[in-house]
């Protein structure tokens, strides 16, 4: 059974930083890109970066450029996004998702088949 489960969300002050952990299981993690998505309240979901399986960083969202790196430990099936320079704009739920297609990484969830519950990024003073 494929399941992703994000951790690490939570409050943080505008300049702050956090790192959200997506636990992998039910597959071999080694295979496959891994997206990652954000919902922010009243909006739709829209594609933030995603990491292939050779390590490669696609970024969707401009915001998330230089501030957002993407990681995967294949080990621990596990992938990381590290968050800096954080704003009050980032505020969401973070969600990571598998493709449809192992290798594709796509800014569309249409392109996802699996999805985690998502973990609340709050970016407030």
């Known amino acids: 059974q494929v399941q992703l489960e994000e951790s690490g969300g939570g409050l943080v002050q505008p300049g702050g930083s956090l790192r959200l952990s997506c636990a992998a299981s039910g597959f071999t993690l080694d295979y496959y890109a891994i997206g990652w998505f954000r919902q922010a309240p009243g909006k739709e979901r829209e594609g933030v970066l995603c990491?292939?399986?050779?390590?490669?960083?696609?970024y969707y969202a401009d915001s998330a450029r230089g501030r957002f790196t993407i990681s995967r430990d294949n080990a621990k099936n596990t992938v990381y996004l590290q968050m800096d320079s954080l704003k009050p704009e980032d505020t969401a739920v973070y969600y990571c998702?598998?493709?449809?297609?192992?290798?594709?990484?796509?800014?569309?969830?249409?392109?996802?088949?699996?999805w985690g519950q998502g973990t609340q990024v709050t970016v407030s003073s």
């Open positions: 998702a598998r493709p449809s297609l192992y290798w594709y990484c796509s800014g569309s969830e249409g392109g996802y088949d699996s």
């Open positions: 990491i292939s399986s050779s390590d490669g960083t696609t």
